[in-house]
């Protein structure tokens, strides 16, 4: 099952910035962290490959995980 997510644009006088949101189930799926730091990857033009870091496990291997809200 696929999620699709519109890209968005913000443009400023002298710069703009792009911006691609995860759904919340994927986020969730992922076990995303706030401020880990992830990599994108361009396999080609149709593919892109988003790793995480390995310094995030490192930082978060003795992290207790939050109990969720119920």
């Not at 913000?10 to 759904?23: C, G, L």
Request: hydrophobic share 35%.
């Amino acid at each position: 099952m696929g999620f699709p997510t519109k890209i968005q644009l913000i443009k400023r006088t002298a710069s703009e910035q792009w911006y691609i949101n995860f759904p919340s189930a994927v986020a969730q799926a992922m076990e995303f962290q706030k401020g880990e730091v992830v990599e994108w990857v361009i396999e080609d033009k149709k593919r892109m490959t988003l790793t995480r870091s390995t310094k995030n496990e490192d930082e978060n291997k003795d992290k207790k995980k939050p109990i969720p809200d119920r």
